[in-house]
């Protein structure tokens, strides 16, 4: 495990997306977190904690065959998934971001959807997908509203800070964008 000081270091730096190439299948799926935790701004993998459940998730869905490991995440793109963020910025806690960074935030997704063009873009985290796109009423599960083509979800935070969500609903969660996704 990284130190205190390696940690600190990788504060507001930023991770790329994870998103197909060329020989890739057509996007499925575009999941957004909320923004990159230290960890995984330290070591380039999305969802890196160790007690995040993002990755059991994708899996016990059956959007993985197997459980990938963060450091797996360039996997996804095979599959049509993806992997962004709302605010680019790591930080230790989500809740160090600012409203107006997770509208600028919404605002680089509306941009970013209309490039590559994913079937469903799912937030993890309502709280932050109710600021980026000014839904303050917004609830969990498939959204009303589109951005083009692209359909808009919600999904429960999968952080391990998240204790209202189990592994077995969040598994739910996600198996139930998996349908609609196909």
Same mark, same amino acid.
């Given at each position: ?22 020989? +890739? ?52 793109? @095979? ?6 963020? &709302? ?10 971001? +600012? ?16 490039? &590559? ?6 937030? &993890? ?9 000014? +839904? ?12 083009? +083509? ?8 999968? @952080? ?23």
């Amino acid at each position: 495990m990284p130190s205190p000081a390696e940690l600190e270091a990788a504060r507001d730096k930023l991770l790329p997306d994870v998103l197909p190439g060329p020989d +890739d299948p057509p996007l499925r799926v575009l999941f957004c977190g909320i923004n990159p935790g230290l960890l995984s701004a330290l070591t380039g993998h999305h969802f890196a904690r160790p007690g995040n459940r993002f990755w059991p998730a994708l899996h016990a869905s059956g959007f993985t065959p197997r459980l990938f490991a963060p450091s797996e995440q360039g996997l996804l793109p @095979s599959l049509g998934l993806g992997i962004t963020n &709302v605010a680019p910025r790591a930080t230790a806690r989500a809740d160090e971001l +600012d409203d107006a960074e997770l509208v600028a935030g919404g605002e680089r997704l509306r941009g970013l959807v209309a490039e &590559v063009r994913p079937a469903w873009l799912a937030v &993890v985290g309502i709280g932050a997908y109710r600021v980026a796109f000014g +839904d303050r009423r917004a609830a969990a599960g498939r959204q009303e509203r589109t951005l083009g +083509d692209t359909g808009l979800w919600v999904l429960p935070n999968p @952080s391990g800070l998240n204790a209202h969500q189990t592994p077995a609903t969040l598994a739910a969660a996600f198996r139930e964008l998996r349908d609609a996704a196909g």
